[in-house]
């Protein structure tokens, strides 16, 4: 489009004083903020047991629902760009669901069917099983939402690609493992690659799912996020570095895989 | 040769494309039904049975009390809040959306790239983050002597946070597409900046910011995390759902949750129409 000079400068500016304004200014808080008394009282607020073990429990959340997702992402993928029927169609139509639904929801909904007075609660409970209220809860709730990254990064990929390669390996002779691990998986790297580190951000930052079914007990069932949400709104202002602390914890997380994101992103959908 | 079809790039809300034969493709062979057995049964588990537990709590009651719970008037208040603030930011997300877009696309200028990369910030920086920040920003020590923390001003601004990616993702690749040739057509036939943006360029984008918004909507309907410190005595759909749980009325959490889902699925269904792809 030719526009002049100055549209073209104006929007510039109401382009990046917007994002300067939404985006950039409360990042820049969390780190103002939490070394506004210096360094070691941040770095003292973040190597508290309650802080550790919060840190600990978020990577734990990942390493549960992430390798699960990804098996189970993988697998419907193939199965939604390669299989006909109502059964694929149903799966279609369902996998967002995680994705619509709030995820106050999602923890009520597990505390309906898993709680101890849910579905199969008395099941559990009488052989001592927590769930609700309990770790076991939390994992799951972690992994409803993020159930649905890997599939939908995977799926667009799979289809781009299309099978001729596979084929060529069949007529070869090649078994059906040998093809996926050789000619399918290398084909859809770095689409997986880019599902994964979506779910593994949404894993470590989860808040309202996890919120329904934790117990909020530091050092127990507190992750990184509801400690900065029980930090602020339980110990008072005064504790104020300890919540934000904890938020720069998570921000640097956050960068972390924001780059990654960005170095994969023109590789995603690039068909190998 | 495998139809045509397989090779094209995914049908955006319907099915993907199927192939026309099953031999020989990884994943389809003698164990393909037992691969659709598993993984309806791991979707059961974890997503379909506990919303099915959802709506059988919001349904196991007479349809009086049903409707006596979710038209009382704290409910009808936070519905009417939680949609007018979707509705305001899916539509200033919409504008200002396309604005960046439009900037990261056909601009350039020193630092763009960084700037395109920070766009999905929103996706990887945890949502109790971005709420904390706005408590600093707008609340009781706001630096600037705004205080909209505990308004439904600041629920409309940590909305337009982490919505942000919608719009600006789903009209960028649109925009790289666009026929620039047939811009230059209507420039040298005397159309202006407006009206070529208006004619030529507004139509070929409308899905895609329509997809963005409506994609921005829904995530709005059914956001806690961002909002959980900074909504204070606002009353939002979530919030009213979290009050319900904790106060141990599963009941009532149950139906407004079930109305709750019930205008995401005509959301994901308009989603659809529009032809646009569920993402994040």
Redo the contacts between chains.
Sequence with gaps: ????RR??LS??A???L??LL??????A??FI?TFEHGFSVAWGWMTTPAAISALWLSLVMAIIAVPLNTV?GV??A???????GR??????A?????????????????????GIH??VGTFFSDRGVRIIYAVPGMA?AT??VS???VV?EV??VL??V???Q??AA??LGAT?WQ??WR??LPSMRWGLAYGVI?ST?RA?????AV??VSSLIAGSTLT??LL??QR??QLGSGSITA??AA?TE??VI??V??LV??ALSPRRQEVS | MPPADSLAAPDPGGALPAPGRTRGWVGARGTGGLGIGVAMLYMSVIVLIPLAAVFVKALSQSPESFWQSVTNSNVLRALAITLGAAVLVAVIGAVMGTVVAWVLVRDSFPGKRIINALIDLPFALPTIVAGLTLLALYGPDSPFGIHIAYTRGVVVVALLFITLPFVVRSVQPVLLEVDRQVEEAAASLGASGGVTFRRIILPSLRPAILSGAALAFARCVGEIGSLVLIVGKVQIASIVIFADIESDAPQAAASLSLVLIVLSLIVLVAIRRLGGRVAH
């Design positions: 489009m030719l526009i002049s549209t073209r929007l510039r109401i382009a990046l917007y994002l939404l985006l950039l200014l409360p990042v808080v969390v903020k189970f697998g419907a193939l199965i939604l760009v390669r299989r006909r059964m694929a169609a149903l799966l279609d369902l996998v967002d669901l995680p994705f619509l639904v709030s995820p106050v929801i999602v923890g009520l909904a597990l505390t309906l069917v898993y849910g579905w799951l992994i409803f159930l649905p990254f939908r799926a667009p289809a781009e299309g099978d001729e596979e084929q069949a007529t059906s093809t996926f000619i399918t979506l951000a470590l930052g989860e808040i309202g919120l329904v990184l996020p900065v949400y602020d709104s919540a934000y938020a998570l921000a956050s960068l895989v924001l994101m960005t």
